[in-house]
């Protein structure tokens, strides 16, 4: 992707200088302002840097060093990055009235993922210890110095989630105190007690910035294989690491075009009975988005887990969460098998419960099955109730007027 930097110039010493194409990147920041307009009120913008720009590397490239297991940032480059950070920051904020919640300087920074020349640019490599804690205080130094103190600083979005914990105990106690949230992606690792009980003794919030996949998940589970692939992976995360945020890698990540897109080649329809990664397919030749069953299967979440909301242990391929305000209770179940079931849900952790439960299935197919389908409403027996989960099902309760 194109950057803002251009025309750079060096003089020694680390005094970088270069100006700015505030043009470039149109397409991406298009989208976003798409996204803000939409949910103004309860968007959070982050902004994460996949490198940084080509002439402040060792190698000269933005994809990476010669060597994927060194640094690339240049040692006199780390306040030059976090200047252009920080611009980019403050760019956003007084001209396109985004302002970001939170930044980091670093995705995935501790993998030897990113080399030079590569086709694909989505990190730079920083070592752990002192390298990720200088670009952490220099980027914390140059978005107070342009009056931006309430952005946060995040970190350090490593692949993995073992990773991510000896990461942050490999940081500085100033790049530690400047954090205020730790950032994990989950693509590998399964520590997840360990960071969360990390990040709750260092008093600091906890996201799952990052992961997807093309797994699958069910017994001759047809095209909602995928969906269920994902809704086990939220469910894993959401009950091991309860953290404030869970974050899809992208929604769409396939595309149909005779004549490719931007320079991509045209990687066709998914198969929707196997796994891909994405929600949906963009369908540049009829100017559509195809919808897909793991799209519905998110929805399943992300309709009615909703922000404030507190994430409470569950077991059994499920996951709660409270609603404070509105004094309900979300359950969001999977069933793997090919048969339906009956759970009983066990509520007499809550002081009481109302007298309806509301059902939204998605299963079977895009074409024959359910898309967030309403069943009838059950009937708690007292502190619980009894459910019939369907067979290769994500299935979520809404159980009214309870009292925790």
Same mark, same amino acid.
């Given at each position: 992707?194109?950057?803002?930097?251009?025309?750079?110039?060096?003089?020694?010493?680390?005094?970088?200088?270069?100006?700015?194409?505030?043009?470039?990147?149109?397409?991406?920041?298009?989208?976003?302002?798409?996204?803000?307009?939409?949910?103004?009120?309860?968007?959070?913008?982050?902004?994460?840097?996949?490198?940084?720009?080509?002439?402040?590397?060792?190698?000269?490239?933005?994809?990476? &060093?010669?060597?994927?297991?060194?640094?690339?940032?240049?040692?006199?480059?780390?306040?030059?990055?976090?200047?252009?950070?920080?611009?980019?920051?403050?760019?956003?904020?007084?001209?396109?009235?985004?302002?970001?919640?939170?930044m980091t300087p670093l995705n995935e920074p501790?993998?030897? @993922?990113?080399?030079?020349?590569?086709?694909?640019?989505?990190?730079?490599?920083?070592? #752990?210890?002192?390298?990720?804690s200088k670009i952490i205080v220099e980027l914390?130094?140059?978005?107070? #110095?342009?009056?931006? $103190?309430?952005?946060?600083?995040?970190?350090?979005?490593?692949?993995?989630?073992?990773? #991510?914990?000896?990461?942050?105990?490999?940081?500085? /106690?100033?790049?530690?105190?400047?954090?205020?949230?730790?950032?994990?992606?989950?693509?590998?690792?399964?520590?997840?007690?360990?960071?969360?009980?990390?990040?709750? /003794? &260092?008093?600091?919030?906890?996201?799952?910035?990052?992961?997807?996949?093309?797994?699958?998940?069910?017994? /001759?589970?047809?095209?909602?294989?995928?969906?269920?692939?994902?809704?086990?992976?939220?469910?894993?995360?959401?009950?091991?690491?309860?953290?404030?945020?869970?974050?899809?890698?992208?929604?769409?990540?396939?595309?149909?075009?005779?004549?490719?897109?931007?320079?991509?080649?045209?990687?066709?329809?998914?198969?929707?009975?196997?796994?891909?990664?994405?929600?949906?397919?963009?369908?540049?030749? &009829?100017?559509?988005?195809?919808?897909?069953?793991?799209?519905?299967? @998110?929805? #399943?979440?992300?309709?009615?887990?909703?922000?404030?909301?507190?994430?409470?242990?569950?077991?059994?391929?499920?996951?709660?969460?409270?609603?404070? $305000?509105?004094?309900?209770?979300?359950i969001v179940a999977t069933n793997t098998s090919?048969?339906? $079931?009956?759970?009983?849900?066990?509520?007499?952790? @809550?002081?009481?419960?109302?007298?309806?439960?509301?059902?939204?299935?998605?299963?079977?197919?895009?074409? &024959?099955?359910?898309?967030?389908?309403?069943?009838?409403?059950?009937?708690?027996?007292?502190?619980?109730?009894?459910?019939?989960?369907?067979?290769?099902?994500?299935?979520? @309760?809404?159980?009214?007027?309870?009292?925790?």
């Amino acid at each position: 992707m194109p950057g803002y930097a251009i025309n750079p110039r060096y003089s020694g010493n680390g005094n970088y200088s270069w100006d700015y194409n505030w043009n470039s990147d149109s397409n991406q920041r298009n989208a976003l302002l798409k996204a803000v307009a939409k949910n103004r009120e309860e968007i959070l913008v982050e902004g994460f840097s996949n490198s940084p720009p080509y002439f402040m590397t060792n190698s000269g490239c933005s994809t990476g &060093n010669f060597d994927p297991n060194k640094d690339n940032l240049r040692s006199d480059a780390y306040p030059a990055f976090a200047k252009y950070l920080a611009d980019v920051a403050e760019h956003f904020n007084s001209a396109w009235g985004v302002r970001f919640q939170s930044m980091t300087p670093l995705n995935e920074p501790f993998t030897n @993922f990113w080399g030079a020349n590569s086709r694909k640019q989505e990190g730079c490599h920083f070592d #752990q210890g002192n390298s990720e804690s200088k670009i952490i205080v220099e980027l914390r130094k140059a978005i107070d #110095q342009r009056g931006l $103190k309430d952005i946060q600083i995040s970190g350090t979005d490593e692949t993995s989630i073992d990773t #991510q914990i000896t990461s942050f105990e490999r940081l500085s /106690n100033e790049a530690k105190n400047i954090i205020t949230r730790i950032d994990t992606h989950t693509y590998g690792g399964s520590k997840r007690d360990q960071l969360r009980i990390l990040a709750e /003794n &260092n008093k600091k919030n906890l996201w799952m910035s990052e992961v997807d996949g093309n797994g699958t998940d069910g017994t /001759n589970a047809g095209e909602m294989a995928a969906g269920l692939w994902l809704a086990n992976r939220i469910i894993t995360d959401l009950n091991g690491l309860r953290p404030s945020a869970w974050v899809l890698w992208q929604v769409i990540d396939n595309h149909i075009s005779k004549n490719g897109v931007n320079g991509k080649r045209d990687s066709g329809m998914v198969n929707v009975n196997g796994g891909y990664w994405g929600l949906a397919v963009a369908d540049h030749d &009829n100017d559509k988005i195809i919808l897909t069953q793991k799209y519905y299967a @998110f929805g #399943q979440f992300t309709r009615y887990i909703r922000p404030g909301y507190t994430i409470i242990g569950c077991y059994n391929n499920s996951v709660a969460a409270y609603d404070s $305000k509105g004094k309900k209770l979300v359950i969001v179940a999977t069933n793997t098998s090919n048969a339906n $079931k009956t759970v009983d849900f066990n509520l007499t952790s @809550f002081k009481s419960v109302g007298y309806n439960v509301r059902v939204i299935r998605t299963s079977g197919s895009i074409n &024959n099955g359910e898309h967030w389908a309403e069943l009838p409403p059950l009937v708690p027996y007292g502190l619980g109730f009894n459910a019939e989960l369907k067979g290769n099902s994500v299935t979520t @309760f809404i159980v009214d007027d309870v009292e925790w």
